[in-house]
């Protein structure tokens, strides 16, 4: 039964708050314990768009299982087809907030990651000697890494030549804005248009400060006994409406609150 909060709703698209832990769309074919089917339950006339997959119908705006945010499923095979065009002209803007911990020695999560280009690396030193707030820029390619490429890593002109081999040839930028919660922790809040595979989480890692719980891109912390779950929010969407052109943003009615202070490193 659909029960997911409708952020937005009218003729052409709908906005939804999906909660962490359950998939944007099917996983197989038979798959109904996803966002996308559960809001085709209630919405039966987004079943009839085609979109990049079969399977995925409208949706517009995904996001990772682990994380939970804004999910943008177009109603109509016009408003799909606006939206790709919206895309492709780099007018649509997602937002994330997430707790990342500062790590104080960054070659844990150092693995396969390129050197940091000097004005971040100044950024990051920066934060780390009582800054309160640096805000920055990172731009990279990406590289599926890791058994069973689960994972991304980002290149750069200065990454080896395998791994500049094995990227593609788009270059993504996120943008980022860091705040000191605490000695250990950092709130992140970053701004992208043309996404890919775990851009943010995997750039926010590679500037030393990983999303807090991150299994993928965190080192390990000392295990509780409790289930611990990503702190990652897709928190804010903004793009031209697909049939009036007006500018629209959209954001998480009750955006994520106390943040959790993480530990030593």
């Known amino acids: 039964m659909y029960d997911y909060p409708i952020i937005y709703a009218d003729q052409d698209f709908i906005v939804i708050d999906k909660p962490a832990g359950v998939p944007s769309a099917p996983l197989r074919p038979d798959d109904t314990e996803n966002a996308l089917q559960q809001a085709i339950e209630r919405f039966p006339d987004m079943a009839g768009v085609t979109g990049r997959k079969p399977v995925e119908h409208g949706l517009v705006h995904r996001i990772d299982t682990a994380t939970r945010g804004l999910l943008l499923i177009a109603r ?84 080896s030549k395998f791994a500049r081999k094995k990227s593609g040839d788009s270059i993504y930028t996120t943008e980022i804005v860091l705040s000191c919660i605490s000695k250990d922790t950092v709130l992140a809040k970053c701004r992208i248009s043309k996404g890919f595979r775990h851009q943010v989480r995997c750039h926010l890692a590679w500037c030393g400060v990983p999303v807090a719980d991150d299994s993928l891109y965190a080192p390990a912390l000392p295990e509780t006994g409790a289930e611990r779950l990503l702190q990652f929010y897709a928190t804010a969407l903004e793009f031209p409406h697909p049939s009036s052109g007006v500018p629209l943003r959209i954001e998480l009615k009750q955006p994520p609150s106390g943040y959790t202070e993480i530990g030593g490193n």
């Open 76 to 159: 109509t095979q016009n408003a799909y087809d606006a939206f790709q065009r919206i895309q492709a002209e780099n007018r649509f803007f997602k937002e994330y907030e997430a707790t990342c911990r500062q790590l104080t020695v960054c070659e844990e999560t150092r693995s396969g990651f390129p050197p940091l280009p000097e004005n971040v690396a100044r950024s990051i030193a920066r934060l780390r000697l009582g800054a309160e707030a640096v805000s920055f820029s990172v731009q990279s390619a990406f590289r599926f890494y890791g058994e069973g490429r689960t994972s991304v890593r980002p290149v750069t002109e200065l990454a």
